[in-house]
Nanobody
Framework: QVQLVESGGGLVQPGGSLRLSCAAS????????MGWYRQAPGKQRELVAD???????NYADSVKGRFTISRDNTKNTVYLQMNSLKPEDTAVYYC?????????????????WGQGTQVTVSS
């Protein structure tokens, strides 16, 4: 079984910063892309940023220049540093990963989601 466990959400004032973390654990062989999505009330889930195993990054236009995604492959962990936060960044943030889970002894490419962490930007 594979789990993605997020941490670091909370309440912050506009202009403030938060750092989210997501650690993958369980029975897997390797991790491909890791990323962060968010879903605000009444809206569809959207990609915030993702990062490949080689370190290539991709950002939503709305967060470019404010958010930074990074990963520590030795810890199977992805981070999202969020600066200059705005009220419109308020959402549940979900970690997502493509990884090779071990099904028996065979690696199978699977996609996993974390449980989500609330980020609220408000004065």
């Amino acid at each position: 079984q594979v789990q993605l466990v997020e941490s670091g959400g909370g309440l912050v004032q506009p202009g403030g910063s938060l750092r989210l973390s997501c650690a993958a654990s369980g029975n897997f062989f390797s991790i491909n892309t890791m990323g962060w999505y968010r879903q605000a009330p009444g809206k569809q889930r959207e990609l915030v940023a993702d990062i490949t195993s080689g370190g290539s990054t991709n950002y939503a236009d709305s967060v470019k220049g404010r958010f930074t995604i990074s990963r520590d492959n030795t810890k199977n962990t992805v981070y999202l540093q969020m600066n200059s936060l705005k009220p419109e960044d308020t959402a549940v943030y979900y970690c997502n990963s493509d990884l090779y889970a071990l099904v028996g002894i065979t690696p199978r490419l699977r996609n996993y989601w974390g449980q989500g962490t609330q980020v609220t930007v408000s004065s």
